[in-house]
């Protein structure tokens, strides 16, 4: 099967890296295709856990190419603090590591931009950025006149057209009330930071999307790692409360170059509660002591900026709505073993909105917002899953849990996770990672 795909189907942090990671060394390429730093994707195998932000999943194994492609936003220096951070760790990252030369640099101009646009309210909210600049970045991306790519750093006429860029975002910022911030920016620096980019990485910018037609003409396998998750989407996430690239399946072809045919293989990957981070509307949320218990439990902090997640049980109606969306074929059920500390549990399966039953997922933020949870109450399995290896060494109230999900979905749940660790990880049909891709 030429190529598999692992999407996140919540509001991201739903353990994708460490499927990917799993199931790397069954594909010849891994492929990051959206997204920036703001992503963090967590790998832990044995006493080591490796926090990728821009890096691949697949980034661990060496005999895995790991791409990472157009549709993605690339901050240089947090690229190289990456890099290097592997390195001293042992991990060769430069020997299996290529960066389209199509992919959007976010810029320093970009982070300011962020700082000054953070404060701003969206329908009484905060949207609640990571401050990375990946908003400001995709939005000059698609506006054409400021946006500066890989291949961009390694032109002659670079230097003269950074000056004429910051002097444009100078008086852009001094505009927008942001004078301070304006005079933080400097056209020598920003060249001098260039040009050190274009150093240290232009050794790894080629042409993915040929790259990758070409391994797929040769037969080979590719598995395309997804940042973020589907309810972040900005065209079919939880908007304005959103991300600033397509988060769900509809993301995979435009962000790589791979077109929609090879695309054989979708895996959802959910928890088996929920969590959101940042600012919008979030149905089953828990902000009473049992949202804590599972944040506490579950490590629930981002990886990208440590921020406490949003807590909740899980949202059948969401997920649902995501699954179908990014055509997925298997669901990937994951921290299953963090609700193993409750008596019962419970799963929304519809919302109350306005005194009416809804079983879609609206598209209005304030109509989710007024949305109240219509849950199913289930079974807590009170027990320590994190050693079980196989399906029947779980307690029956969660394979009626995880039986009950898959009926909500409409997919099969086809691997559970009940621990970080990679032999933490049970495959519902083989004891083989192919069995997910055959």
């Given at each position: ?61 060496p005999s895995v190419m790991n791409l990472i ?198 895996i959802g990957v959910t928890k088996a509660y ?15 002591e049992t949202g804590q218990k599972i944040r ?143």
């Open positions: 099967m030429p190529a598999a795909c692992v999407i996140g189907l919540q509001w991201g942090d739903e353990a994708k890296g460490k499927l990917v990671d799993l199931l790397a060394p069954e594909h010849d390429c891994v492929v990051r295709y959206q997204g920036g730093a703001n992503a963090g994707h967590t790998v832990v195998s044995g006493d080591q856990v490796y926090k990728l932000h821009h890096v691949p999943s697949g980034i661990l194994h492609t157009p549709g993605v936003v690339i901050e240089p220096s947090t690229l190289l603090k990456e890099l290097t951070g592997l390195e001293a760790r042992g991990v060769n990252p430069r020997k299996n590591l290529q960066i389209s030369e199509r992919a959007h640099l976010v810029m320093p101009w970009h982070l300011l931009e962020d700082q000054l646009l953070n404060g701003l309210v969206v329908q009484g909210e905060n949207i609640g950025t990571t401050l990375r600049g990946i908003g400001p970045c995709y939005r000059d991306k698609v506006g054409r006149t400021f946006a500066v790519r890989m291949t961009d750093l390694l032109q002659d006429d670079l230097p003269a057209r950074l000056g004429t860029i910051v002097a444009a975002k100078q008086t852009m910022l001094a505009g927008m009330g942001g004078k301070e911030l304006a005079d933080q920016l400097s056209s020598d620096k920003v060249i001098e930071l260039a040009a050190g980019w274009a150093e240290q990485l232009g050794p790894l910018v080629g042409d993915t999307t040929n790259y990758l037609l070409d391994q797929l003409d040769a037969g080979k396998r590719l598995l395309m790692e997804g940042a973020q998750g589907s309810l972040l989407d900005i065209d079919h996430g939880t908007y304005p409360f959103v991300t600033s690239s397509n988060a769900s399946g509809v993301g995979i072809s435009g962000g790589s170059g791979v077109p929609a045919k090879w695309i054989k293989r979708v929920s969590t959101r981070v940042g600012g919008g509307p979030f149905p089953t949320e828990l902000t009473c506490e439990i579950g490590r629930e902090y981002g990886t990208t900026t440590g921020r406490p997640r949003r807590c909740g049980w899980f949202d059948a109606v969401a997920v649902r709505y995501t699954a179908r969306l990014s055509g997925v074929d298997a669901i990937s059920l994951m921290m299953m073993d963090v609700l193993g500390h409750f008596e019962k549990l419970h799963v929304c399966v519809a919302y109350d909105i306005d005194g009416q039953r809804v079983d879609r997922f609206p598209c209005s933020a304030s109509a989710l917002r007024r949305a109240k949870p219509i849950y199913e109450t289930m079974e807590g399995w009170k027990a320590d899953v994190t050693g079980a290896r196989h399906l029947g060494e779980l307690p029956s109230q969660a394979l009626r849990y995880i039986e009950r999900i898959s009926q909500l979905i409409g997919v099969p749940v086809k691997i559970v996770s009940v621990g970080p660790d990679r032999r933490q990880t049970i495959f519902a049909d083989k004891d083989k990672l192919l069995s997910l891709v055959d």
